[in-house]
């Protein structure tokens, strides 16, 4: 019994240090502010997905939860003094399915894309993510589109069901064709994912019934799949399908207020860019890899534009050694 006031008095002298603490880190020391930041925001992110959940569970798995993570996730830009300014949004077609990529620089996306997310817009993440505790589940029931990235078959069976969503449910999906996070200020390769995606759209595989008649009536069926037959048959047949543009957006670069590297979190500004839609029409998967160049030679041109014009990233890739000076 008596070690009890002990262990209370160790507690609070514990917590009083902590308060003389953490104030100390956070304004002495710019690594301590970073780490604190950071996990402030997963932190944050996970607690809204906790509120969301109850909210999105109320419709099951559906892509029109994404507007509620949409609505819970904007203010998070405030909190951090992050201007966030897009340009562009009149380029989102309007009625159809599109497949939007986007440039991947960090965690911070997330806000990028959420000023700027269309309607029935879902994005495709790594499978890891739906094990992420709450945020995983709120995902999950938002309709996000998980892929398991080591697992190449199973990925190309999930993006065969993604094509046929698109149309079948005029759902618009959101892919970074870089596929992993990239903090060096440019942009990776693309990996063509995306790309197949769009144009295996174009024209898909469709179920259908037809009915043929007796050999002693006219035939009245369009489709004819077996002489004299007097029956149901089901069968399928390829469909063409209004094309699916791919719409770039860019992100300008972070660097300015943000750098994982330097340890470095800062308010600032970031613009997002929507680009022209890419159309797709006619295009078969001999054509992917002359696609994906030439849309990622788009994104990078304006990446470098926005990025050092001072109403995106600033002036980083203006600096020696700067992505500005990269070569296209």
């Not at 008095?9 to 956070?26: G, S």
């Not at 201007?83 to 965690?107: I, K, L």
């Not at 959420?114 to 709450?134: F, H, T, Y």
């Not at 179920?207 to 369009?222: E, I, K, R, T, Y």
């Amino acid at each position: 019994m008596e070690l009890w006031p002990g262990a209370w008095t160790l507690l609070l002298l514990l917590f009083v240090l902590l308060l003389f603490l953490l104030p100390t880190l956070w304004f002495c020391s710019p690594s301590a502010k970073y780490f604190f930041k950071m996990a402030f925001y997963n932190g944050w992110i996970l607690f809204l997905a906790v509120l969301a959940i109850p909210v999105c569970a109320v419709r099951g798995r559906n892509v029109e939860n994404m507007k509620i993570l949409r609505l819970m996730l904007l203010h998070i830009k405030y909190l951090y003094g992050i201007r966030v300014e897009v340009r562009g949004a009149h380029h989102f077609p309007p009625s159809q399915p599109y497949v939007v990529v986007s440039n991947h620089q960090s965690s911070l996306d997330l806000l990028g894309m959420m000023e700027v997310l269309p309607g029935r817009c879902v994005p495709i993440a790594k499978r890891e993510l739906l094990w992420a505790g709450s945020a995983g589940l709120a995902c999950w029931l938002a309709g996000v589109i998980f892929i398991d990235r080591k697992r190449t078959g199973d990925a190309i069976s999930v993006m065969s069901e993604v094509a046929q969503t698109l149309l079948t449910q005029d759902v618009r999906v959101w892919v970074f064709p870089e596929g992993t996070r990239n903090h060096n200020g440019s942009m990776l390769p693309f990996k063509r994912g995306a790309f197949h995606l769009a144009v295996q759209a174009q024209v898909m595989l469709c179920p259908f019934l037809c009915w043929v008649p007796s050999p002693h009536q006219p035939f009245l069926c369009w489709w004819r799949l077996v002489m004299g037959a007097s029956e149901e048959r089901w069968g399928l047949m390829v469909l063409p399908f209004p094309q699916v543009p791919i719409v770039p957006i860019v992100m300008s670069s972070y660097q300015d207020f943000y750098c994982k590297k330097e340890r470095r979190f800062t308010s600032g500004r970031c613009q997002v860019r929507v680009l022209p839609p890419v159309p797709t029409e006619g295009l078969t998967p001999d054509d992917v890899p002359a696609l994906a160049d030439r849309v990622r030679h788009s994104m990078l041109t304006v990446f470098q534009e926005i990025s050092t014009d001072g109403r995106g990233g600033g002036d980083y890739l203006k600096k020696p050694g700067g992505v500005g000076e990269a070569r296209l």
